[in-house]
Every structure is written in C-alpha cells, then in structure tokens.
C-alpha cells in the first residue's frame, strides 16, 4: 500500500547535476522526515541527507555536504535531491525512505526500486 517511487537517475559527466524525486503515497507524508540513501556497487547502503517534516531542518552527510540539497513540498507529496558537482564515487542506486525525526536511524516502508545515478567520463 505505501508506495516510494524514485526517479530522475541517468548517466552524467563529473561535474555534472542531476535531480532525484521521490513519490511517496499511501501514508500521511507531511508527518514524517524524509531521507534519502544511496548503494553503491558491492557496497553497504548510505544515509545521504534528511529533510524534517515541515522542510525547516536538513541533515547531509560529509561527502556531499555543499554539492547536494534536499527539499520537499508536502502538498504533492514529493521529496528531491538536486545533486551538484558530482563525482564518480557518487555512483549508486538511490533510494529514498521515511523516518520519525531527523536523527533516526530506522526506515519506517519497505525500500522501492531505486534509480541508477552514474557518474563516469
């Protein structure tokens, strides 16, 4: 019933942008953080940033703090990720997921496909 559908993945030169989006349905999304993950080949999966329930708050992590942002509009029920600089280790397929608070590790809905982002001249 809760669905997360992820797009806007593609093959992109380093230094180049890309924009994510996430479709979430079938929960009350306006009450949830939002946040979105990353799995690069052969590799464990990786909180990337959170974006709190209202928007006012974000958290990123170190290796894309300045080139990615996070945001959200909670009428359409959407979150997105504008993907800035990037770099071949930034290669994954990424997901996104909700969670109580800004801080919490626990993924609340079964993960969705992912979309492929690859980064390579």
């Known amino acids: 019933q809760v669905q997360l559908v992820e797009s806007g993945g593609g093959l992109v030169q380093p230094g180049g942008s890309l924009r994510l989006s996430c479709a979430a349905s079938g929960f009350t999304f306006r009450n949830y953080a939002m946040s979105w993950y990353r799995q690069a080949p052969g590799k464990e999966r990786e909180l990337v940033a959170t974006?709190?329930?209202?928007?006012?708050?974000?958290n990123y992590a170190d290796s894309v703090k300045g080139r990615f942002t996070i945001s959200r509009n909670n009428a359409k029920n959407t979150v997105n990720l504008q993907m800035n600089s990037l770099r071949p280790e930034d290669t994954a397929v990424y997901y996104c997921?909700?969670?109580?608070?800004?801080?919490?590790?626990?993924?609340?809905?079964?993960w969705g496909r992912g979309t492929l982002v690859t980064v390579s001249s």
């Open positions: 997921n909700a969670g109580r608070n800004l801080y919490s590790a626990n993924t609340l809905y079964a």
């Open positions: 974006i709190s329930s209202a928007g006012g708050s974000t």
